[in-house]
């Protein structure tokens, strides 16, 4: 790739990337404005402009012009809105790149703003934020920006609702657009298969014309949390099932010190999980399952260093925090240390020189916005490399971590009934008091040498898995396209293909232990969940170690077995190998007794969790698997069996797994054949002599009838979510490539115009939905979903209906012109190229998976859908998809949330 970077004459400065390889070209707009800029008394009017901007031009009128050009040229779009920056970006087909461009630029240049689609557009605003009254995440932060100075704009509601934006003029919106919409604060990135000197000048003849206020970027130079804001305790009761403590601390910018990135070094070793690390000591208590440490929030002219706890014993909530308060205390008596630096640093800029590409839109749009943040020469390398070792740096923003910059979040349902405040807009009810003496006393006298800690917290070892040779193999008898079969028996078999493509030191290995014992049961289904927890936290001593270095290992639990994945630096993975394998097969002869009920613990918060916290909608897909697969448990049973289990089953299960699975694996990525074989034999050696007559599972789905109208009906799981869902899944069944082919250029064509209908204009929801639905291995189906807070489930099934009645028409008379550009777009989307290792291992391992090995499927639905026709979309359409298709099979899964509930009953008593 070549980069340039561009200033024009309106001062926007825009970094141009010509990548001759790239079959997708993309851009981003980061704009230096965002919701600290909200006037007071319209709170979510920065992000409600970012909606409205996609919503027709001057020069573009039509509402819907920007995502149908997209859509019709193989493209997307998307855009945020944050504290002090907004951004805009689109990926598109190389060849449409120039014309994208100009629709977009029109954005920043001369927006309509009309009043019919500021208040369509309002409602939608209002379903987005609907969406988040019951998610955590949106509450909890939310929760925190109330606990700041009002006079802060962090204290703002950035989302807004019909509360907020129903009385706002269109002036308000245009003057906001019209102040701080100014090309010098704006940064632009472009990626394209073009020239430098074509893309140059294309941003040139486009952008120019954005007007140039010559705005300074707005400073908010006081911390949002003053003296009387912190050291405080704010139990806070959470939606889903779940406990956690999270210690919140302001602090100094710190985008300033990226070439020391002080606050890297801090969340290294007060986040780390290995040996004489804080998680590792909590959990040989029982009192925490994981652990996140790091930058929460980052601004012009502050920040906040957040440590959150998941899991954490509720009843030992001083004694943990004491803990953590005994770590900071060893970090400052140690001083800062240069070989910890040394070798995050090592890490860092080694993973910026072996960077793997990824998908252009998010490329562009990660660059448009460091380059608000970072020097010209650093636009790129700043926010992964350690450039300089600054002890003073890191000792600064260690001070800042103390009890009375402090705010202790402590999160759990069992508060429920027990607080007296609620905040403004989520709803989340909470307590706030001042940090207990006790607990001031505690942490004023912690000590990590103290006789309690009997020597469990101490830095970190010497890591040895770290890389230091980056040797790219080459091997003259290597396969070019596809794996081939390195080894293979009864009982196994072995996938090899290096990497030919990227050229980079690194390398994918992935297994699977085919076995029905995973999803046969129930109980089956939960002990594999139990068996790859509990694994992990035997390996968790070596593998974080192997994670900081760049090597990564998971394991996972899928129907039909269990998946052991590793990535990372070749050179030491075997090493990491060798270690899992001999973990796995040894780590359940003396299970601790404490760790099983903690992760059945784990667990059951999780399962109860999905109940009450998840958006309905995933609670539609839910029900719909548990309808269509017969390998589907419901939660309910799982939590049944979760609470029976006892550890000889698991020694059971472990034995049994271990030595009945069919063992498939892939080995991709840089290796010769020699070292492919090395790999190969590791697992072969322990899990290839199984039994030559495994039962392999068998992927069972139902197959509804032709002419067929199947509706399920439900209650939503959490009484109080307001939202209601439809699912409708349209059966294809078993489908061939051709079938395929045309299914996936059916969804294509409709999908823009499914969201344009009912999510822009009959503003049904914010989640308007459509994909292909894959049930156990290859039955196929057309899947719409809607999740809405207006409108009850069988409306809009009866919407869905309505818009695919009047698509048929809309597909008839499309244009030979039209037809060809969206046959062009999905010929092109399946013959993509790979953008790095990970997104090729994908490919490969997802027909090993399914056992069809067909690993030019890609290029056969491209060449499938090049000779489609129209009529032969539109007999496709006829035959599955119509109301009066001879082979429609219609599956509708319907949910009511709690503001439905009377429409619920009167469906019920229909029936």
């Not at 009890?403 to 402590?410: E, G, P, R, T």
């Not at 007296?420 to 008091?433: A, C, L, M, V």
């Not at 290995?509 to 939960?526: D, E, F, G, Q």
């Not at 196929?780 to 209906?801: C, G, P």
Request: with cysteine; net charge negative.
């Amino acid at each position: 790739r070549d980069y340039r970077i561009v200033t024009l004459e309106n001062d926007l400065k825009c970094l141009l990337i010509s990548d001759p390889e790239t079959d997708k070209a993309a851009a981003a707009m980061d704009v230096r404005v965002g919701y600290f800029s909200d006037p007071d008394n319209i709170a979510g009017l920065a992000h409600f402009c970012e909606h409205m901007l996609f919503m027709g031009s001057k020069k573009y009128p039509s509402e819907n012009e920007y995502k149908s050009f997209l859509s019709k040229n193989g493209g997307s779009s998307n855009a945020f809105t944050g504290t002090e920056y907004t951004n805009f970006h689109f990926d598109v087909n190389v060849d449409y790149l120039r014309e994208a461009l100009d629709i977009f630029g029109q954005f920043f240049i001369e927006p309509l703003f009309l009043e019919d689609s500021i208040s369509r557009e309002i409602c939608a605003v209002n379903s987005e934020s609907s969406n988040y009254l019951k998610s955590d995440g949106w509450r909890t932060y939310q929760l925190q920006k109330s606990m700041c100075s009002e006079n802060h704009p962090f204290h703002k509601f950035n989302v807004g609702n019909f509360e907020t934006l129903r009385d706002m003029f269109g002036d308000e919106l245009i003057a906001f657009h019209r102040k701080y919409y100014s090309s010098n604060i704006m940064r632009l990135a472009v990626l394209g298969n073009n020239s430098l000197n074509e893309l140059e000048e294309m941003v040139v003849d486009i952008f120019s014309k954005v007007n140039n206020k010559n705005n300074t970027p707005q400073s908010f130079p006081t911390n949002p949390y003053l003296p009387e804001h912190l050291s405080k305790r704010v139990n806070v009761v959470p939606m889903r099932e779940s406990r956690s403590l999270e210690l919140f601390f302001p602090m100094r910018e710190v985008q300033t010190l990226y070439r020391s990135k002080p606050t890297h070094y801090l969340s290294h070793l007060l986040g780390h999980e290995g040996q004489g690390s804080i998680l590792a000591f909590l959990k040989n208590r029982g009192w925490g399952n994981e652990l996140s440490c790091g930058q929460s929030r980052t601004c012009k002219d502050w920040s906040t260093f957040s440590k959150t706890l998941i899991d954490e014993g509720l009843n030992n909530v001083e004694e943990v925090v004491e803990v953590i308060f005994a770590y900071i205390e060893l970090l400052n008596s140690s001083g800062t240390q240069e070989w910890v630096f040394k070798e995050t640093s090592d890490v860092a800029n080694f993973s910026f020189r072996f960077l793997s590409k990824r998908r252009p839109i998010d490329y562009v749009t990660s660059i448009a916005g460091y380059m608000h943040l970072y020097d010209d020469q650093h636009i790129l390398s700043g926010p992964y490399r350690l450039f300089e070792y600054h002890p003073d740096s890191i000792e600064e923003c260690l001070s800042f971590l103390k009890l009375s910059n402090m705010i202790m979040f402590v999160s759990a349902t069992s508060f429920e009934g027990k607080t007296s405040r609620k905040e403004k807009w989520y709803g989340t009810d909470y307590e706030k008091n001042e940090i207990s003496d006790q607990l001031i006393t505690r942490c004023k006298q912690a000590n990590s040498k103290d006789h309690k800690y009997d020597g469990a917290l101490h830095l970190p070892i010497v890591n040895d898995l770290i890389a230091t040779d980056f040797e790219i193999k080459e091997d003259a008898d290597a396969p070019l396209s596809f794996p081939r079969i390195l080894m293979e028996q009864d009982t196994y078999r072995i996938w090899w293909k290096p990497d030919n493509v990227f050229k980079l030191p690194k390398l994918n290995v992935i297994a699977h232990m085919r076995s029905c014992l995973t999803s046969s049961t129930p109980k089956a289904n939960v002990l594999a969940v139990v068996w790859v927890q509990i694994l992990d936290e035997y390996c968790i001593e070596f593998s974080y170690n192997a994670s900081v270095a760049g090597l990564h290992s998971a394991f996972s639990c899928v129907s039909d077995g269990i998946e052991i994945h590793l990535s990372g630096y070749n050179q030491k993975l075997e090493i990491l190998l060798k270690k899992l394998l001999e973990t796995m097969m040894t780590f359940c002869d003396e299970v601790d007794v404490d760790l099983f009920e903690r992760i059945k613990d784990k667990m059951l918060k999780k399962y109860s969790s999905f109940l009450t916290g998840s958006q309905p909608y995933q609670h539609a897909i839910y029900v719909g698997d548990l309808i269509l697969e017969a390998n589907k448990h419901t939660i309910f049973q799982k939590i049944e069996e979760l609470e029976k289990i006892c550890i000889a089953d698991l020694k059971a299960f472990s034995s049994e797994l271990l030595s009945t699975s069919f063992l498939e694996v892939l080995v991709h990525g840089n290796s010769s054949v020699s070292e492919a074989r090395s790999i190969a034999n590791h697992f072969v050696e322990k899990l290839g002599s199984g039994s030559a007559h495994v039962n392999l599972p068998e992927e069972r789905v139902i197959q509804l009838k032709d002419e067929s109208l199947n509706v399920y009906k439900f209650r939503g799981f959490n009484e109080t979510n307001v939202n209601n869902v439809v699912e409708i899944i349209l059966q294809v069944g078993p489908t061939d490539i051709r079938e395929n082919a045309k299914l996936a250029f059916l969804k294509h064509i409709i999908q823009e115009p499914c969201f344009d209908e009912l999510r822009t204009k009959e503003q049904l929801g914010y989640i308007v939905h459509t994909s292909i639905k894959t049930s156990g291995d290859n039955i196929k189906s057309l899947l719409f979903l809607i999740q809405s807070d207006l409108y009850d489930a069988s409306f809009l099934n009866d919407r869905v209906e309505a818009f695919l009645e009047g698509y048929r028409t809309t597909l008839a008379s499309m244009s030979d012109d039209e037809f060809k550009s969206h046959v062009n777009a999905v010929e092109q989307l399946f013959l993509e190229k790979d953008k790095n290792l990970g997104e090729e291992t994908s490919r490969y391992w997802n027909v090993i998976s399914n056992r069809s090995y067909n690993f030019d499927r890609y290029q056969k639905l491209a060449s499938e859908v090049k000779v489609l026709s129209l009529s032969s979309v539109l007999a496709f359409f006829d035959k599955y998809i119509s109301l009066h298709g001879s082979h429609r099979k219609k599956l509708s899964i319907q949910l009511y949330g709690s503001s439905k509930q009377d429409e619920f009953e009167k469906g019920v008593e229909a029936k």
